[in-house]
């Protein structure tokens, strides 16, 4: 709509336009969470492994690695389930690189042994002794961690 008005020396324009607000919705891992959960458990593995992979991609983003690593995994769990086996290696293995990139060696050693079983399952023999190899490496660091630290409590403050 154009509205002209005359003053007394010169044309003004005005013009009357539409202002449009966009607001975006936030959407809240937790509950994402908690809404595949309750899918997973009805059967809805579609469903859940797709809300669980929002809810990792969220908890990343909000730099909550713990919690994307897990959902990561609840997603490979629910392609385990729809037996979508590559795409359940990949959500077990990006579970496990989230986890041991941000220091929860053993929450990705965990998503490694199921990425391996995963691909003994779909008889992709060279493939998990690839992961093998990663599963050894993985815990290697832990056990220097936990032999380092075993060392430190030998402290006391009574000697």
Known sequence: M???FEEENSNVC???CCVVIVMSIKEDPIKLH?????LMENGKSVEARDLFTRSGELYFKGQNYFGAAEMYYKAGECSVNLKEYPRA???FTKAADVA?????DRYGLSALKE???VQKTAGNTEAAEEIEKRIKEVNDKINK?????????SFSVFS
């Open 2 to 4: 154009l509205w002209l």
């Open 14 to 16: 005005l013009v009357n």
């Open 34 to 38: 908690k809404d595949a959960n309750a």
């Open 89 to 91: 290696v990949e959500f």
């Open 100 to 104: 041991i990139n941000k220091g929860f």
């Open 115 to 117: 990425a391996q079983a």
């Open 145 to 153: 961690q936990n032999a380092a630290s075993d060392d430190d409590s």
